[in-house]
């Protein structure tokens, strides 16, 4: 979900096929400009699906696992909830979704790297609104169990100001 331009899901490919494992990945995002920057990059095993995190469209248990990184911030809580739930119900085995750490720490972490590696300023100012945005492990849990979407584990890394949590299965 929130998978751009197949970066990822490149990288993700990459190493399937290192290990000798058949791996196919489907690429959401409702961006078109960046669905077609993937379409330009031909990644093989991959499919391209415009849609809406909150309106996915695939049937109950058909994804093996569902992966959201550095989107969830993006969403208001409710879509957050519907999208959680969205995640929930075609996941097979999980959902792992990454995110951004909103801690003091992640705060500065962004605000220097934002400043110190000559970033647009659409940049500076989106990647420290960002952390500030982002869901604490407390309200990704709750919004996880009202989206009936049980948290397995939530794990932070503050260092790289991030969150991981395993949802459902």
Do not use: Q
Request: aromatic share 4%.
């Amino acid at each position: 979900m929130g998978g751009g331009r197949g970066d990822f899901a490149r990288r993700l490919i990459e190493r399937a096929r290192r290990r000798g494992r058949p791996i196919h990945v489907v690429v959401v995002d409702r961006d078109p400009d960046l669905l077609a920057a993937a379409r330009r990059l031909a990644l093989p095993d991959v499919s391209l699906v415009r849609a809406d995190a909150t309106a996915l469209p695939f049937r109950e248990s058909s994804i093996d696992v569902v992966t959201m990184s550095l989107t969830l911030h993006h969403l208001e809580p409710d879509a957050a909830v519907t999208s959680l739930a969205e995640m929930g119900a075609i996941a097979r085995t999980a959902v792992i979704v990454n995110d951004l750490l909103r801690t003091r720490v992640s705060l500065a972490l962004v605000w220097l790297a934002t400043r110190a590696l000559a970033c647009h300023p659409i940049s500076r100012h989106d990647g420290p609104l960002s952390v500030r945005r982002a869901y604490s492990p407390d309200e990704m849990r709750g919004m996880a169990e009202k989206a009936g979407a049980p948290v397995r584990r939530i794990e932070r890394y503050p260092w790289l100001g991030r969150i991981l949590a395993v949802i459902g299965g």
